[in-house]
């Protein structure tokens, strides 16, 4: 994705082209970066051949899974038509692990007779409720036991996960108490101890804090684990001058880590699969001018690409067309939903635009569509997978008769 003649493309695709056939706002992937990015994720870990589970959560288009599937990767569900979509999209069902801090047992039974290769569990109500549906099934359930480490994973408060105030996993003293209570079911088998800190995480210090955890907890529960899953969150940079994850550093730290353990590792990437390799087309609606602040009003809001409401997140916003002039003047960029919290990127020295003109809001790859919603009774966007010159429509865009 980049900018040939001043127009910005998609691969071979302008993306004025797109918003011209399509409508905006519009959601745009590249199938090249995607399989660049897993090829690049493999080539990382090479030296120990890591299970990836794409994280459904991150994009759940039934299309883009199937790519993803024709790249050998798995996937980490964490609700019932999250797996249910990853089976459609033909992800073999011995290379999907069920997370989630809220399973039901309609989803866990589910989730057993489809004998999907691990469900990791996050708390002894949940152990015992495996236990008692397996019982029920006669049959022998895979499970792994969710770690809290209490490690800071240095992001934004809203997407951390592993610290002792959050949700998520057991505590290491309740850890050890439930790989002993495991021990003595005829229904359940513990294989794998999961973990996951956070998300968008650049810096490879809270990994290492954690696998020095995992390390310990082990060691101390004197369990052979089959499966270490690390969870994701590699983080990927929104903004220029970003630093990025060091791959070479978490891969040395994990070569270190897995001289001590025979495990296979299992890592449930999402963002730095997909994130960068989406942009969402837009369309300035109205320029509006105050004594106090300004604003370009596009016609995507916070229903489409819910991250900068939810957590302050940041996206980069480019022309569609270069033009080579800049307003001096600052601009807020805003949606049009009927929320103070529906906006996207305060800029100064942005090119200047008209009425009509079209931007494009950057690495909405993950959690955009995903988290989009019908707020305000807005249709959701369309979706497009551009191949080399080939557009191809992946989701339509709903209609006010779909929703109304």
Not at 178 to 188: E, F, P, Q, T
Not at 361 to 380: E, F, H, Q, T, W
């Amino acid at each position: 994705m980049n900018y040939k003649n001043n127009h910005f493309y998609i691969e071979n695709v302008s993306t004025e082209k797109i918003a011209k056939k399509y409508g905006t706002p519009v959601y745009s992937y590249s199938l090249k970066k995607i399989k660049n990015n897993i090829q690049n994720f493999k080539n990382y870990f090479k030296s120990f051949n890591p299970l990836i589970c794409f994280s459904v959560k991150s994009n759940s288009n039934l299309e883009i899974l199937k790519q993803i599937n024709k790249m050998g990767l798995g996937a980490d569900v964490v609700s019932q038509g999250e797996m249910m979509k990853a089976l459609r999209a033909r992800i073999n069902s011995k290379k999907i692990v069920f997370s989630g801090v809220g399973k039901t047992s309609k989803e866990i039974s589910y989730a057993i007779d489809k004998k999907v290769l691990l469900i990791n569990a996050e708390s002894q109500s949940e152990i015992e409720e495996i236990q008692r549906i397996a019982k029920s099934k006669k049959k022998i359930v895979d499970i792994g036991i969710r770690l809290n480490p209490n490690t800071d994973a240095q992001t934004l408060s809203q997407i951390s996960t592993g610290k002792k105030e959050n949700k998520f996993g057991v505590g290491e003293k309740k850890f050890i108490e439930l790989v002993n209570y495991i021990k003595s079911s005829n229904y359940i088998k513990l294989k794998c101890l999961s973990v996951h800190i956070g998300s968008q995480i650049l810096s490879n210090q809270p990994y290492e804090r954690m696998l020095k955890v995992v390390d310990r907890i082990i060691k101390k529960s004197a369990h052979k684990f089959e499966f270490i899953d690390l969870g994701g969150g590699m983080g990927i940079s929104y903004e220029k001058k970003k630093n990025k994850l060091n791959y070479r550093k978490y891969n040395s730290a994990i070569n270190k880590f897995l001289k001590n353990h025979k495990s296979k590792i299992i890592f449930e990437p999402g963002r730095s699969i997909i994130g960068d390799a989406g942009i969402l087309i837009s369309k300035v609606i109205y320029i509006k001018e105050t004594n106090s602040k300004n604003f370009i009003i596009l016609d995507a809001g916070m229903n489409d690409l819910m991250r900068p409401a939810l957590y302050g997140a940041i996206h980069q916003i480019i022309p569609a067309i270069k033009n080579g002039q800049f307003s001096k003047k600052t601009f807020e960029f805003v949606g049009p939903i009927c929320e103070s919290t529906d906006k996207f990127s305060t800029l100064k020295n942005f090119q200047k635009l008209k009425e009509k003109d079209l931007i494009i809001i950057c690495d909405v790859g993950a959690y955009g569509m995903s988290l989009s919603s019908n707020y305000n009774v807005r249709p959701k966007s369309m979706e497009l997978l551009i191949k080399n010159s080939k557009i191809r429509i992946i989701k339509k865009r709903q209609k006010l008769d779909d929703i109304i």
